[in-house]
């Protein structure tokens, strides 16, 4: 019965990452907030300290792993499966940029992507606007339900999973 959220950025380490390996000077000058974020994350310590304080998080990983795999490690830790709405999901207004000059979709970019800064955490939902309230920029992006695995809804498209290499 738990919500599904997330802070912090999302998939704009993997597109950062295409970015630098393309080696184009104009892209890169033009995605460099990508980029820097990149090389320089911001951890998310304040957000990880109100998310505490406040009692928010009954379950909380990094995202390191990306969303979709960050939260099937915490379902699969709990004995619960994850649903992620993707339509829920907001990929930041510089990733979505970069998106839809490629080609690519933004938010299978920020549920796959991986190597984020961010946080992806069980909600209570009566919590819910406590959240909004105190960390606006926290996102629901799903909830925990019965049963096993992950389920991505409200996607046309294909999730590989994250893998650090």
């Known amino acids: 019965g738990d919500l599904l959220a997330a802070t912090g950025p999302m998939g704009e380490a993997k597109a950062a990452l295409e970015i630098l390996m393309t080696k184009n000077p104009a892209e890169m000058q033009e995605y460099a907030a990508l980029t820097e974020n990149f090389w320089r994350p911001v951890p998310q310590l304040k957000a990880g300290r109100i998310l505490a304080e406040n ?17 099937a490690i915490i379902a699969g830790r709990s004995g619960i499966k994850a649903v992620i709405d993707a339509a829920a999901v907001r990929p930041s207004e510089i990733l979505s940029k970069w998106c839809a000059a490629n080609g690519k979709n933004a938010a299978a970019y920020a549920i796959d992507g991986g190597e984020d800064y961010g946080l992806v955490f069980a909600l209570r939902p009566e919590k819910s606007a406590l959240l909004r309230k105190i960390l ?24 590989d999973g994250f893998e650090h290499f």
């Open 55 to 71: 009692g928010l998080a009954a379950a909380m990983l990094d995202n390191s792993d990306g969303l979709y795999k960050s939260a």
């Open 136 to 159: 606006p920029q926290a996102q629901i992006i799903g909830r925990f339900t019965q049963g096993s695995g992950t389920e991505l809804i409200n996607f046309d498209g294909k999730i």
